[in-house]
């Protein structure tokens, strides 16, 4: 589904990514941990075409992603909830919605039931739908996620990347995050998790990979990864 | 008291003027923080432009109304052309190489080439343009109201109209509105930021061409008409804020109307004054305009 070969990317002159390979197979869950400023957003940045990888490939499906501008990189399927949240602040939340499904309402992906999806993330995030006429910029914090997280599955993503969805929630929001990206693998949606919680993101993926300062320190079954000694010594801290 | 009315109603008309082409350089600012300076130089082709289509078209029979419709569409069209134009040559480079002072320098360039082709194909004398409605004033209330004044603020109050129903009702002005909120998250949602851009670039042009043909059957219609409504406008977008499509129609509305009662109550040579100072005053004491909420930042 996505695959991500001996990625190099950075910031300008300052590279950050060093040869980074990634592979999400279809239907599969797979997490990205490591400590801030590993590079964790960095790769999310450069699949989705946020900044331009230097060498490197990603490939969609079979076809080549890597250094495609991000509107043609979300054309193809390809959903990215962004580190920050990022909402349309002066729009209301059913417009940002309405936006997530920009290329399927103006012929670049197959139309779908456009209506339908929207009830469908009401239903997932109820919150939303009570203020679904609500300017996005004057929800909170933890609304506002949900609402990124909505936005993103508007498009019907072939694959789906979120960026810390549980970034200053409280604990019980974040329990009902976790539960909700449960819901998504049910429904086998592809998706990339990068999570602060290590331990939490291990338990819900399939697969783990960890980073270490822009290189990758190991991969493997997130069961697997879960009970390494040493995964569990630097990302998993005394709770476990 | 009546010759204040009639002060007013001149001043309303010159001020929806200022209004239509301030509106322009929100447009632009809106989504991609720049503006066209040689936005005086997209009304006056727009004018002469419709100069030349009106008078072509009443060679061939036509009446000036008839003419005068029938030329907006072609005017509204090269006012597309002529902004997209701009944006390709001048803004799209300089904002690639993330130049804070690329744009302004182009599209200021941009602008005097507009004005130098502008004098080469209608000369340097000024042209009369055929009024499309009759020139004597009705009277209404015993105020003297030119009908082309009626027209100019219809006009100008339907193109920004417009604009805000597509921003508000279309998928694609709700993407023109992304844009302007967040770039990098817009072309996360697959909206092509860059055409966003060019986009808002043509509608600024189209804002400014409208207002030349609006504003050239009450003037002299010529090279030079662009450069001093250009700069006031300018004036009103900073004096109503650059985010406040409310605000640039209040402020055209304080400067024409400031303008006009200068003119009658202190002496025409003044009427130039009070702008200056009030934008001089906006940009001291409330740098986002007064009703903005972003403030224009190292121009
Ligand atoms: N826009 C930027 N310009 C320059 N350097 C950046 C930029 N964004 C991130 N960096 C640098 O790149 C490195 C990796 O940052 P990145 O945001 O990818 O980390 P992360 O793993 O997502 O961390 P966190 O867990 O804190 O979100 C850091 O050293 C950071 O300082
Ligand atoms: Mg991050």
């Keep these: 589904m996505l695959k991500i070969e001996k990625l190099v990317a950075g910031y300008g002159k300052v590279q950050v990514l060093h040869e980074i390979t990634i592979e999400v197979p279809k239907g599969k869950l797979v997490t990205l941990i490591g400590s801030n400023g590993a590079g964790k957003t960095t790769t999310l940045r450069a699949i989705s075409g946020m900044i331009e990888p230097s060498s490197g490939s990603i490939t969609l499906n079979g076809t080549s992603i890597a250094g495609l501008p991000s509107h043609e990189i979300t054309r193809l399927g390809l959903a990215h909830s962004p580190e920050g949240r990022r909402v349309f602040p002066t729009l209301s939340v059913t417009d940002n919605l309405l936006l997530g ?5 103006t012929g670049k992906r197959p139309k779908g039931e456009v209506e339908k999806d929207m009830q469908r993330m009401f239903e997932l995030f109820p919150r ?31 694959v789906l990347l979120l960026d810390e969805p549980s970034m200053g929630l409280a604990p019980k929001l974040v329990e009902e995050v976790f539960a909700t990206i449960a819901r998504l693998k049910q429904a086998s949606i592809t998706m990339l998790l990068v999570e602060q919680f290590a331990a939490a993101a291990l338990d819900v993926a399939d697969f783990g990979y960890v980073l270490e300062n822009g290189r990758l320190a190991g991969s493997g079954p997130a069961a697997q990864l879960k009970n390494d000694p040493a995964v569990r010594a630097a990302y998993l801290g005394a709770a476990h | 008291m009546q010759n204040f009315l009639q002060i007013l109603v001149s001043g309303i008309s010159v001020g929806m003027i200022y209004g239509v082409i301030a509106f322009g350089y929100q447009l632009t600012f809106a989504t991609s923080k720049t503006l066209n300076f040689g936005q005086g130089e997209a009304l006056t082709l727009g004018a002469l432009v419709g100069f030349s289509v009106v008078t072509a078209l009443i060679g061939m029979g036509a009446s000036p109304l008839l003419a005068y419709l029938l030329s907006l569409p072609l005017v509204l069209a090269f006012g597309l052309a002529q902004g997209s134009a701009v944006e390709w040559l001048g803004v799209r480079q300089a904002m690639k190489t993330k ?14 080439i507009f004005k130098n082709m502008a004098e080469n194909i209608w000369g340097k004398d ?20 030119r009908p082309m004044e009626i027209a100019i603020v219809l006009g100008a109050l339907a193109m920004m109209l417009a604009v805000e129903l597509f921003n508000r009702r279309s998928i694609y002005g709700k993407a023109v509105v992304a844009t302007s909120n967040d770039r990098d998250a817009a072309g996360l949602m697959g909206i092509n930021t860059s055409l966003v851009i060019t986009f808002s670039y043509a509608l600024s042009s189209l804002s400014a061409a409208l207002a030349g043909v609006l504003v050239a059957p009450v003037t002299l219609t010529g090279a030079q008409m662009g450069a001093a409504l250009g700069l006031k406008a300018f ?8 985010s406040s499509g409310l605000g640039v129609v209040v402020g055209g509305l304080i400067l024409g109307i400031t303008e006009s009662l200068t003119g009658f109550y202190v002496d025409t040579g003044y009427k130039d004054v009070p702008g200056l100072i009030l934008l001089l005053l906006v940009l001291s004491f409330k740098p986002a305009g007064l009703f903005g909420k972003t403030a224009i930042k190292k121009v």
């Design chain 2, 126 to 145: 000024p042209l009369k343009f055929p009024s499309p409605l009759p020139e004597n004033p009705i009277s209404l209330g015993g105020v003297n109201i």
């Design chain 2, 235 to 242: 004036a009103v977008a900073i004096i109503g804020g650059l």
């Design chain 1, 101 to 105: 499904a920009f290329p399927r309402l």
């Design chain 2, 99 to 112: 130049s804070e002072a690329g744009w302004i320098m182009s599209t200021i360039a941009l602008g005097i």
């Design chain 1, 128 to 158: 939303l739908q009570e203020r679904r006429e609500q300017l996005a910029g004057t929800l909170s914090g933890g609304e506002q996620q949900m609402l990124a997280m909505a936005r993103a599955l508007m498009l019907n993503p072939e």
